[in-house]
């Protein structure tokens, strides 16, 4: 279980961007997070593997609370929670297969870190992801001669290197087109429900949150307005959110 207890994030010492928030997410579930922009959608994502650190609460992951971790401990419990960036995350002028194996970093010592020592395990993951994203033919090609599409589908297959138990998504699909963003949440669908991972997603797209997830949480001015099924998303609670 993901779980965040009275999180509050304050930058600058003056610009709140969340408050109060209090939320627990169990293994296995596809939470959509929507929200006007500067709501906090991001903020929120990046404080549950604390890329942003709060300024307030806890964050825990099946227990661990995140804050207390010393920084071996912190890399340790990120190999558990993979990160999806909107602007991919990728090293252009290396390869796809490269790239995938960042993935696998977080599982090396700082020499093999620091010199890219793979194993034969770690390429066989490698290729099994891309082949998951249907890439295996582009595994040789740099990730600059990619569309937006691959490219995302790339960065999925590095989070999946992994062995994430959670995956967290920033606005992945903000930048694609309609039908290369059913694309992509289709793999994040199966994911979910063939790997059994839990997903915390934002969108800026209500439909698509609608169609994918199976729970919706709304966000205001940093708070928590809203906290439920897809279903229950009616146009009264949508209009509180975005108003």
Do not use: W
Request: charged share 25%.
């Amino acid at each position: 279980m993901l779980k965040a207890e009275n999180l509050k994030v304050i930058y600058d010492n003056k610009t709140l961007a969340l408050q109060d928030i209090n939320l627990k997410v169990g293994h296995g579930e596809f939470v959509g997070i929507i929200g006007s922009s500067g709501s906090g959608k991001s903020t929120l994502l990046k404080c549950m593997n604390l890329l942003v650190r709060p300024t307030g609460g806890k964050i825990c992951l099946d227990d661990r609370d995140l804050m207390s971790l010393t920084s071996k401990g912190l890399r340790e419990i990120r190999r558990e929670i993979g990160f999806i960036f909107q602007d991919y995350n990728l090293i252009d002028r290396s390869t796809v297969i490269d790239n995938v194996l960042i993935g696998r970093l977080s599982y090396k010592t700082p020499f093999q870190s620091l010199f890219r020592i793979f194993s034969q395990d770690d390429y066989e993951r490698a290729q099994k992801a891309l082949s998951y994203v249907a890439l295996e033919e582009k595994m040789y090609e740099r990730a600059d001669q990619l569309s937006g599409g691959q490219k995302q589908r790339v960065a999925i297959a590095k989070t999946l290197c992994q062995r994430p138990k959670v995956m967290l998504a920033d606005e992945p699909v903000a930048s694609l087109d309609q039908a290369t963003a059913h694309l992509i949440m289709e793999y994040f669908r199966r994911a979910n429900q063939k790997k059994n991972i839990t997903i915390l997603i934002n969108l800026h797209d209500v439909k698509l949150a609608k169609t994918y997830c199976s729970r919706i949480i709304g966000l205001k001015k940093g708070s928590l307005v809203f906290d439920g099924k897809a279903g229950e998303l009616t146009d009264d609670i949508l209009k509180r959110i975005y108003a």
